[in-house]
T-cell receptor
């Protein structure tokens, strides 16, 4: 089925460890996004890539880096994980950024201990 | 993006119509009103978008008064499976350079 695939679905890290969250979409979308969602909160934008080869910071970029590997893939890296980064991470894609056209993945639940 | 205000939570019994109102006093001329739905443990999904008057699809209706300073998402005859968080977003729907910014949304709980 077409959509956005995120891996892994669950991860537990120790403080200071690093990891990369993977995201791939097969809809030939130009734009991709990383959001985080904390309990009882809405989604907050970490980074986005309006098109292949470009990335921009969102509301909460500190502690994260991203790579738009190609048109399909957009990865999020935590270089030195902190407990404050415990959250559910969602990747999304859209054709040209139209507000009605976002497709989200099922999320990665990350716990940093 | 225009700031939006919506209730934090709502409860409803199965079979009732649910209306969620969103306030957006600073909506701009080019802005559309877009609603997303998020089920537990899933990412949000688009449900409806409108500019003025009324829009209806298989999931919901969206009512927008003439001044466009508010909008109401209407869910007819809700079931337990409509339990979700509903987000109201206002912005230029063709903006390729301004990503969606989500507020806290309205948490709808449907009770049997």
């Amino acid at each position: 089925n077409a959509g956005v695939t995120q891996t892994p679905k669950f991860q537990v890290l120790k403080t200071g460890q690093s990891m990369t969250l993977q995201c791939a979409q097969d809809m030939n979308h130009n734009s991709m996004y990383w959001y985080r969602q904390d309990p009882g909160m809405g989604l907050r934008l970490i980074y986005y890539s309006a098109s292949e080869g470009t990335t921009d910071k969102g509301e909460v970029p500190n502690g994260y880096n991203v790579s738009r590997l190609n048109k399909r893939e957009f990865s999020l890296r935590l270089e030195s994980a902190a407990p404050s980064q415990t959250s559910v991470y969602f990747c999304a894609s859209s054709e040209r950024g139209e507000y009605y056209g976002y497709t989200f993945g099922s999320g990665t639940r990350l716990t940093v201990v | 993006l225009a700031k939006t205000t919506q209730p934090i939570s709502m409860d409803s019994y199965e079979g009732q119509e649910v209306n969620i109102t969103c306030s957006h006093n600073n909506i701009a001329t080019n802005d559309y009103i877009t609603w997303y739905q998020q089920f537990p443990s899933q990412g949000p999904r688009f449900i409806i978008q409108g500019y003025k008057t009324k829009v209806t699809n298989e999931v919901a209706s969206l009512f927008i008064p003439a001044d466009r300073k508010s909008s109401t998402l209407s869910l007819p005859r809700v079931s337990l499976s409509d339990t979700a968080v509903y987000y109201c977003l206002v912005g230029d729907h063709n903006s390729g350079n301004t990503p969606l910014v989500f507020g806290k949304g309205t948490r709808l709980s449907v009770i049997a």
